[in-house]
Structure formats: structure tokens, C-alpha cells
């Protein structure tokens, strides 16, 4: 297949040598490649260094960068170090070069392979001045030579690393793929060949990766590719079609690659096949609907029978006129409705979690608590700004509006329940104070649990389990005899104005 423009595909070597050259683009180091007495590459840190690119002359020469007898008043190719032909393999020679502009620069050569023959990997490092006075270029040269030494050092990490880097792309279980700006491959691993339906990753090198994409998933595609250039994107879920039309979901990440100067010059997704997560989760939801039907059936079938139980206990209450059974008939009437609450607990609880969690305007979610709380009244001081929003379970409407009946069933006459927000050493809260008799020492944490209190000991249960969803935490602070104070404390982030 052809593709791009080439005549052939991209082979696996030919990925090394992409790797390999993009590290040592990255490579804070002046880098160059000779070969046949000629640049075959030099990296951007190099040409800077230099002041041009002997790269793109009509001879590439080496030699174009020796110094010339005469200038400084010293300094030949031999003396150098070069001899009179610089085209042989070099191994850790030192030697003097010249900037376009006249500035002295020392490099260091060693023998390397390239494209499968012998060539020299060439460090080029800029030096502020011409040799110290009365040392000659032999002498400095060889007073450089350790300071650059580490330079070749460093560059045999890189190889190092792009030997890593291969092995990892090649190993990875995810799909790697890497593109110029304009979307077409570069490089990509097997994992995505054959995710895509090819034997051969060169075969995909030249298409533009958006033509993998669903057509519902592509306008999310390159509306994404656009927000890459502001910070990496992801996880993010697309779906692919395959050379024989198959669907697949994918997960994505994906990023710039910037050279060391911050120019662009491509991107890189890191892809995961959700398939078998997708159908984990479609099992999962399935089973979740079956039981939600079950408990809902069932739950329907206590209540009618809850019922029947409470219209024969008092047909019985009135055919037997002995009071002494009035502890015993209260305590069946009790057992019931405790009974009808435990049932309700499960209804409300099932429901926690079942929509993803979003943003909620507070101020007018304590505005619908306060008005849909019908059975006493309460007067409600709602101080939180407008338009502030908190990242919650939906079902956070239940959690104030259980908040207030806490506040009327254990207070007396007319409560009065405030909503504010407080910051309080980086920390953002939500808090709900009432003027009730407030909650003894022993008790502030065992109020959360399932089935305190004289009531049906489940509202405060229910609103740690729907703040926990996403990472609110609640407590009681308040001093007993001075009325209740619950602190909602929210994770950074969790809390946002809302635009406009």
C-alpha cells in the first residue's frame, strides 16, 4: 500500500530512525551526524550553534567547518586532530571548528552506525572567545576534551532511551500512534495495526487518523485535536471503524509534541480498547435493572401487606375495649412504621449513584428544599450566593431537604435553619446551622449511622452516602444547647461559580 506520497512503506527501521531522530531533536545538546566526509543530520540546538545548516549546502563538506590555516593565526586540519581526511570513522577526537559568524566551537566525535554503516556522532559546543592567550588549538582542544566528554555520555542515554522507547511502543497492550500536524501517521505500533486491520504498521503510515473515526465520533475528534494545543485531552471516548467496517470503542489520550524551542510538530495518542470494559459494564447494568425491578416489585408487596397489617390491628383495637393492650397495640403500630422506613431507606438508597454526577446551583437547591418541606413550618435563611454551584450526586436535594427535617424533628415551636458557605484555611464548606437543642458530645458521629436516633434514623445516613459520591465529607460541630451546625466540606475544585 501506498500512501503519503512515498514510494514505499515506512519499514520497522525506518520507525527507529523517526524515534531516534525525534530524541535527538529534543536533545538540549548540539548533535550531528557525518557520514562520507559529509552531515548527513544535525539536530536544531546544533545549527543554532553553528549559525547555519551545512546540511543544505551543495557540499556538505565537513571540511566547511575546519579550521583554516591562518585564522587566528593558527590551526590546520592535522593539527587538529582530523589529519588530512576528516571521512574516516573517528572515536573520541577532539578538534576546533568555526561558526558562520567567526566564533570558536569545540566538538567531539564517535563512532557510530548509521542507516547500517560507520559514521561519526559529532557534539558541537559553542565556546565565548578565541583560546586562552599563548595556549595554542591543540592545548585547548585538549582542555575542553573532558568537559565534553559527558556530552557523547549523554547521548548514549538517548540511544539508551530510544531503544526503551521502542521496546515499549512495541510491547505496549494499548494502541501508540504518532502523527505530523495535519493528523497522518508517522508511527504506529502493531497493537494499532491490528486493531485497524492490518498486518503490517507501515501500511497505515501517510493516512490521517481521522479517517478511523465513527462518523458520530469525528466532530468530537477534531474539535478535541484543536483543545490538544492548550493541554493533553483525555480519557476520551471515540468510536473506530476497522478496514471491514467493525466498531470499536476506544479510549483516548492524546497530546502535542513540541521540539525544545516550543515549535509543534506533531501529535501522540495513547489508545485503549474498551470493548471488554463496555460489555462489563452492560452486564453490570443489566443485572443492576433486573434487581432494581425485583426490590421495587418487592418493596411494593411489603407496603400493601404493611398496610393490611395496620387496618386489622386497628379493626382489633376497636373490637377489644381492654386498655391495658394499649402499650401492646403502640408498640405493634411502632414496629410498622418502623418497618414502612427501613423500605423507604432502601428505595431512596438504590437511587444514590444512579446518575452521573454534574454541577448543582446550591443556593436555588435550598430554595426547592425549603419550599417542598410541607409537614411544619420553619423558617429558612438561605445565604448563599447566586450562581454558585457544587460538582454533586443530583440527589443532593435530598440531603437539605433532610437536613431541615432534622432541624424540626428535634427542635421546638418554629426552627430556624441557615444555609451559608465558609472557606476556612483552603478548605470550602457548606454549612446548615439550626437554633435546636443541638447534639450531645457522645452522639456526633453515631447520628450518621443506620437506625439511631427516635425517629427513623436513616436521613443523616442517607446524606453522607449521597455526599460521598463525589467527595464531600459531613460532620457535626455544633455545641449541645446552642443547635446543630453540619459542615459539608468540599473537595478543591468542587465548588465553582458559574459563568454568566
Not at 527501521?13 to 552531515?39: H, K, M, N, W
Not at 546540511?55 to 591562518?70: D, K, Y
Not at 559527558?150 to 540511544?159: D, G, I, K, Y
Request: charged share 25%; proline share 7%; glycine share 10%.
Amino acid at each position: 500500500m501506498r500512501t503519503g506520497g512515498r514510494d514505499e512503506p515506512c519499514r520497522p527501521e525506518e520507525i527507529s530512525e523517526s524515534l531516534g531522530r525525534y530524541l535527538l531533536d529534543c536533545a538540549p545538546i548540539g548533535l550531528g551526524v557525518v557520514q562520507d566526509d559529509r552531515f548527513v543530520y544535525l539536530n536544531d540546538h546544533a545549527k543554532r550553534v553553528i549559525g547555519h545548516d551545512p546540511t543544505e549546502l551543495s557540499a556538505p563538506s565537513l571540511r566547511v567547518l575546519v579550521p583554516l590555516p591562518g585564522r587566528n593565526g593558527e590551526g590546520t586540519a592535522g593539527e587538529a586532530g582530523l589529519e588530512q581526511d576528516p571521512s574516516p570513522p573517528m572515536e573520541r577526537h577532539v578538534f576546533p571548528v568555526w561558526s558562520r559568524d567567526g566564533r570558536w566551537m569545540i566538538t567531539s566525535a564517535k563512532t557510530i552506525e548509521f542507516n547500517n554503516k560507520p559514521a561519526s556522532l559529532v557534539t558541537i559546543q559553542g565556546v565565548d572567545g578565541p583560546p586562552a592567550p599563548g595556549e595554542s588549538l591543540q592545548v585547548s582542544c585538549k582542555r575542553l576534551a573532558e568537559s565534553n566528554r559527558h556530552l557523547l555520555e549523554r547521548f548514549a542515554s538517548v540511544q539508551e532511551s530510544e531503544a526503551l522507547l521502542k521496546g515499549m511502543i512495541v510491547a505496549s497492550p494499548d494502541i501508540i500512534a504518532m502523527t505530523d500536524l495535519e493528523g497522518r501517521i508517522v508511527i504506529i505500533n502493531q497493537k494499532g495495526a491490528e486493531m485497524a486491520g492490518y498486518d503490517d504498521p507501515a501500511e497505515l503510515t501517510g493516512r490521517t487518523v481521522f479517517s478511523f473515526f465513527a462518523p458520530e465520533s469525528l466532530p468530537l475528534a477534531v474539535e478535541n485535536t484543536k483543545r490538544m494545543f492548550s493541554g493533553p485531552l483525555g480519557p476520551i471516548e471515540y468510536t473506530f471503524l476497522t478496514r471491514d467496517g467493525r466498531r470499536i470503542p476506544l479510549e483516548v489520550n492524546g497530546d502535542v509534541l513540541y521540539t525544545p524551542a516550543g515549535v509543534p510538530f506533531g501529535m501522540v495518542y495513547f489508545c485503549r480498547d474498551i470493548r471488554e470494559r463496555k460489555r462489563v459494564e452492560e452486564s453490570l447494568r443489566l443485572a443492576n435493572k433486573k434487581l432494581t425491578i425485583l426490590s421495587g416489585i418487592t418493596r411494593h408487596d411489603i407496603n400493601n401487606r404493611l398496610l393490611a397489617l395496620n387496618a386489622y390491628v386497628e379493626m382489633l383495637r376497636e373490637e377489644v375495649p381492654d386498655r391495658s393492650l394499649d402499650y401492646i397495640f403502640s408498640q405493634v403500630r411502632a414496629a410498622s412504621w418502623q418497618i414502612g422506613n427501613m423500605i423507604q431507606f432502601t428505595k431512596e438508597y438504590e437511587e444514590i449513584g444512579a446518575v452521573s454526577p454534574a454541577w448543582q446551583p446550591v443556593r436555588a437547591l435550598v430554595d426547592l428544599a425549603g419550599e417542598s418541606y410541607s409537614s411544619a413550618p420553619v423558617v429558612l435563611q438561605n445565604e448563599i450566593a447566586p450562581g454558585l454551584e457544587v460538582f454533586a450526586d443530583p440527589l443532593i436535594l435530598r440531603v437539605f431537604f433532610n437536613l431541615i427535617d432534622n432541624a424540626v424533628r428535634h427542635g421546638t415551636g418554629t426552627p430556624t435553619v441557615r444555609f451559608s458557605v465558609e472557606g476556612r484555611g483552603g478548605t470550602e464548606m457548606i454549612v446548615c446551622e439550626d437554633d435546636g437543642p443541638g447534639v450531645p458530645e457522645d452522639s456526633k458521629e453515631r447520628i450518621f449511622e443506620p437506625g439511631f436516633g427516635s425517629n427513623s434514623g436513616f436521613g443523616l445516613t442517607i446524606c453522607r452516602e449521597i455526599l460521598g459520591i463525589t467527595g464531600i465529607s459531613i460532620r457535626e460541630v455544633g455545641k449541645a444547647g446552642h443547635g446543630a451546625r453540619f459542615e459539608m466540606i468540599v473537595p478543591a475544585g468542587g465548588l465553582r461559580q458559574a459563568c454568566g
